[in-house]
């Protein structure tokens, strides 16, 4: 059966099928090429893509805005707070209105228990695709591009050990769609994933369940434990980030005893000497510095987290031109 690309929504790569996900990396090398040899790629020539931020952004909106004038289309930033959102307005009618006026819909809403249902209402309304910049369950940008990382590292991901490990951070209480992310797209290249957190930081259940479902599919396998040395232990990639206790906790207070009392679970050359000798550190950054991971490990020879930075472009680029051009 023939995969159509346009009109495709892009809420969570779990919807992807593999053969699908395999040509949004096919494309998004292509393009990387192209820009390192300065081809134009006017693939999107007068398109308008609407780029929706109920939070602040760095790459996501950086990468999104230049990809799209690289593409040759446009880009409309639109802070919702100076929207009619602020006032009321619901997701069918801004999906409805925003489709008749450009050529796709990308919206970040990590606000917990509201953000992907606000995405999927706009969905379900919008006749150009939607795009999700990050919800409070996902974030396929970022996993895609940790995805094309990996494969330029290390080429054939089968048998990969990756381990993605709760780390302690203060700056704000964040989203689990990151890990979440991961551990459902990692274990469908049969990768060997080890998935690390401190008890209390638990991600929800059902998603446990698809990512042994997928492992199982794929021939990857998903690891649980509350032991980081373990999960550091011969490791060929590790990605220690901080995620919030939403699903224990829904309230927004970000440090609270449960956090404070997990200091040391922390990224340090220590750490890194469990791993494989060439082990590759990744992270969607912001880090967070001297809490998270210290800066000898991201910015030392095991690091790559600017490598994964660029590729948010090449790959942002990618899923606008196949859902909002492709055939």
Known sequence: MQTIFKGKH???????????????????????????????????????????????????????ETGITQLGGHGNFLDVSTMQIAHGEVAKDT?????RYGDGIACRNCFWGKGNKYLREMAEWSTVPIINLQCDL?????????????????????????????????????????PLSQIL??????????????????LPDW???????????????????????????????VIP?????????????????????????KCTEKMIALASKD???????????EKEVENSVIDGPHSIVYDEAENRLHTAKAVM????GGK
């Open 10 to 64: 892009f809420i969570t790569l779990q919807d992807w099928s593999k053969d699908e996900i395999d040509t949004l990396l096919e494309v998004s090398f292509d393009l990387k090429k192209k820009f390192a040899m300065g081809i134009p790629t006017p693939y999107l020539q007068y398109k308008t893509i609407f780029l929706m931020f109920f939070e602040q952004s760095t790459r996501t909106r950086n990468s999104m």
């Open 185 to 202: 797209l990692f274990p469908r290249y049969g990768m060997k994933l080890t998935l690390a957190y401190p008890e209390g930081y638990d």
């Open 279 to 289: 082990v590759l550190y990744m992270h969607a950054l912001p880090a967070d510095r």
């Open 207 to 237: 998603a446990i369940q698809q990512a042994k479902e997928n492992a199982e599919k794929y021939g990857g396998t998903l690891t649980i434990t509350h032991n980081m040395e373990e999960a550091y232990r011969d490791a060929d990639i």
């Open 321 to 324: 031109t196949i859902t909002m």
């Open 138 to 178: 996902y974030h396929p940008m970022q996993v895609i591009a940790d995805l094309m990382t990996m494969k330029e590292k290390i080429g054939e991901l089968k048998g990969t050990k990756v381990s993605v490990i709760w780390a302690y951070a203060t700056s704000h209480k964040k989203p689990i769609s990151v």
């Open 95 to 99: 999906a409805i209105i925003l489709s």
């Open 241 to 265: 980030k901080n995620w919030g206790s939403w699903v224990a906790n829904q309230k927004n207070e970000v440090i609270d005893p449960l956090l404070t009392s997990y200091q040391d679970w």
